[in-house]
């Protein structure tokens, strides 16, 4: 079975930091890019960083860019994101979420299809 | 950056009625970045069409996308009760992965 298990989420100070975790099975991790999603309370999902397959590709949110950092463990079948500097704002839940990819009749398709059931990130004083 | 505005924010139908569903871009993208999830409470998102308009695998058939320039759309033909939900589309062009701000399905 296919599978993302997130951990890693908790309650944290302003200011504070934590390392989120992600454990995939069920398929062959290297292959795939992955990303990290977020939903904050009543909101909708909120993409946080992108990783390619090799590490070589990595893009931020605006909204995090300078504060969190998104690695993966290959061998491991392990995604990361350390969050650092975590603001209340970034209270929510935090999906791991990995890219399809399909090629067909020459166009590319890219699309979320897997999803963790998430961890909850508590930033409060 | 590429924005998606969603319309309607909330939809309030019966079952068995039609669901039109938009979402718009605030610029030019290939429909094969196009993407439609579904997402019920306490549940992660569920993908529903890629590429505008493909179906992803398990999804009925009473789920259809379509694409005119930068309107995309996702239509429900007759609304069974698990299809009362939030949706939400989102691009894979550019800076990967923004999101509209969703539509929700209620029931009338």
């Known amino acids: 079975e296919v599978q993302l298990v997130e951990s890693g989420g908790g309650l944290v100070q302003p200011g504070g930091s934590l390392r989120l975790s992600c454990a995939a099975s069920?398929?062959?991790?290297?292959?795939?890019?992955m990303n990290w999603v977020r939903q904050a309370p009543g909101k909708g999902p909120e993409w946080v960083s992108y990783l390619s397959s090799s590490s070589i590709n990595i893009q931020y949110a605006d909204s995090v860019k300078g504060r969190f950092t998104i690695s993966r463990d290959n061998a491991k079948n392990s995604l990361y994101l350390q969050m650092n500097s975590l603001r209340a704002e970034d209270t929510a839940v935090y999906y791991c979420?990995?890219?399809?990819?399909?090629?067909?009749?020459?166009?590319?398709?890219?699309?979320?299809?897997?999803w963790g059931k998430g961890t909850t990130v508590t930033v409060s004083s | 950056e590429i924005v998606l505005t969603q319309s309607p924010r909330t939809l309030s139908l019966s079952p068995g009625e039609r669901a039109t569903l938009s979402c718009r871009a605030s610029?030019?993208?290939?429909?094969?970045?196009l993407v439609w999830y579904q997402q019920k409470p306490g549940q992660a998102p569920r993908l529903l069409v890629y590429?505008?308009?493909n179906r992803a695998a398990g999804i009925p058939d009473r789920f259809s996308g379509t694409a005119s320039g930068t309107d995309f759309t996702l239509t429900i033909s007759r609304l069974e009760p698990e299809d009362f939900a939030m949706y939400y589309c989102?691009?894979?062009?550019?800076?990967?992965?923004?999101f509209g701000q969703g539509t929700k399905v209620e029931i009338k």
């Open positions: 989102q691009q894979h062009a550019g800076s990967p992965g923004a």
């Open positions: 979420a990995r890219r399809g990819e399909l090629l067909r009749d020459y166009y590319y398709y890219y699309f979320i299809d897997v």
């Open positions: 590429g505008a308009s």
């Open positions: 069920g398929f062959t991790f290297s292959n795939y890019a």
């Open positions: 610029q030019s993208i290939s429909s094969s970045y």
